[in-house]
């Protein structure tokens, strides 16, 4: 996982939180409604992105973040 991203995983669910490829809202218990809007908020805020809410609806995995992120990336790419 990024680095930026893990460290964003960190501020938000704490230290103790074991965030991997694989980490989800189902099985990082601090994961909830509340820290997800945070966690979008703070990925808004580093990558300079903003989600639609149809996709801040989606990522619920971290997987599906490093997705979305990429896929914007490449655009942002494509576009200059």
């Given at each position: 996982m990024n680095p930026k991203?893990?460290?964003i995983f960190i501020k938000i669910f704490g230290n103790k939180s074991k965030i991997t490829a694989d980490s989800n809202?189902?099985?990082v218990k601090k994961w909830d409604?509340?820290?997800h809007i945070k966690l979008m908020?703070?990925?808004e805020k580093i990558k300079k992105k903003k989600?639609?809410?149809s996709q801040i609806i989606k990522l619920t995995s971290v997987?599906?973040?490093m997705k979305i992120?990429?896929?914007k990336k490449n655009k942002l790419k494509?576009?200059?």
């Open positions: 991203l893990k460290k809202m189902n099985n409604s509340l820290n908020f703070e990925l989600f639609s809410s997987k599906e973040i992120l990429n896929i494509n576009r200059q």
